[in-house]
């Protein structure tokens, strides 16, 4: 047996607790509040994009076209992972948030 085995053994019982701070709901009313603004930024900067978009491809401009597309996947894929953040955290810690 080596040192990080022998430490991984122990089991010092701690569990999570949200309730023993008394801002832990504050806490979490202004993660989902934070959660809100990301998600309509990010459906404001998808409309953006999409004109931007349409319009470059209308226009023949190249350069506009593959910033806009860029810019639209990149906004789509920070959507998912803000919008499933809480989850994929439920899912690594299997601590219990409430939903």
């Excluded at 832990?24 to 409309?47: E, F, P, Q, T």
């Excluded at 593959?66 to 899912?91: E, F, H, M, N, R």
């Amino acid at each position: 047996m080596n040192f990080f085995t022998d430490l991984m053994a122990i089991d010092p019982k701690v569990k999570p607790n949200a309730a023993f701070f008394p801002f832990m709901g504050a806490l979490r009313d202004a993660a989902g509040g934070i959660l809100m603004v990301v998600i309509i930024l990010s459906v404001i900067a998808l409309i953006a994009s999409a004109i931007t978009l349409a319009w470059a491809k209308g226009a023949g401009s190249g350069r506009m076209s593959d910033k806009s597309a860029s810019i639209l996947l990149w906004v789509l894929v920070g959507a998912a992972i803000a919008g499933s953040a809480s989850g994929i955290i439920k899912w690594v810690t299997n601590i219990p948030l409430g939903f």
